[in-house]
């Protein structure tokens, strides 16, 4: 059986508790990720803008936290495709040229408007926002989805943090319906 597979933008890799979820639920093989190096860059730069005190050694070990972790998840070799593409932002080719790449079924952003519906269909390629994704995995497979939660909020330290505080996190970051949802099943 084939696995869903999904780019992760580099706008949701930057919230540190989204990118965390996302990637407990790749653990659990729910979804297979996919990023390039261009993304991964675009996030640690992003990171090092939103945490200017925190040491780029901390940004570095994420990174390759991420890809020990998930060692098929880089692709790269796309350039060819990216010169090809058209979206209202150049600078978003990259990560169409990266799904398409990979073979990838979606690209979960929070950044939907510079990938227009039109260009998206024609390459058979969802657009998602972290919300609308999470939800999804939830409806799929609830009590994975729980279950990696309640580990998250266990693993949090420095600070420590309560499932509460983690759904807090992820609401202000972009995911308030999912939060609710997961409210409303506890």
């Known amino acids: 059986m084939a696995i869903f597979a999904a780019v992760l933008d580099a706008c949701v890799m930057v919230p540190v508790t989204v990118c965390d979820t996302l990637l407990r639920l790749a653990e659990q093989q729910m979804f297979r990720p996919i ?5 991964l860059r675009e996030a640690s730069h992003a990171i090092g803008r939103v945490h200017p005190d925190l040491p780029e050694s901390s940004i570095e070990r994420r990174v390759a936290y991420m890809n020990d972790a998930f060692p098929g998840a880089m692709v790269d070799d796309f350039a060819e495709i990216e010169a090809g593409l058209e979206l209202p932002d150049p600078d978003d080719r990259h990560v169409l040229a990266a799904a398409l790449r990979a073979q990838a079924d979606a690209i979960v952003t ?3 408007r510079d990938f227009p519906a039109s260009t998206m269909e024609r390459f058979d ?4 926002t972290p919300d609308d994704f999470l939800l999804s995995q939830l409806d799929m497979r609830s009590p994975a989805v729980m279950d990696a939660l ?3 909020a266990a693993a949090t330290r420095n600070p420590e943090r309560s499932l509460e505080d983690v759904l807090a996190a992820l609401a202000r970051a972009g995911a308030p319906a999912f939060v609710d949802e997961v409210r409303g099943r506890l």
Not at 35 to 39: D, K, L, N
Not at 125 to 128: A, C
């Open 110 to 112: 929070a950044n939907l």
């Open 125 to 128: 390629v969802e657009m998602i």
């Open 150 to 152: 309640t580990a998250q």
């Open 35 to 39: 990023w390039s190096e261009r993304i």
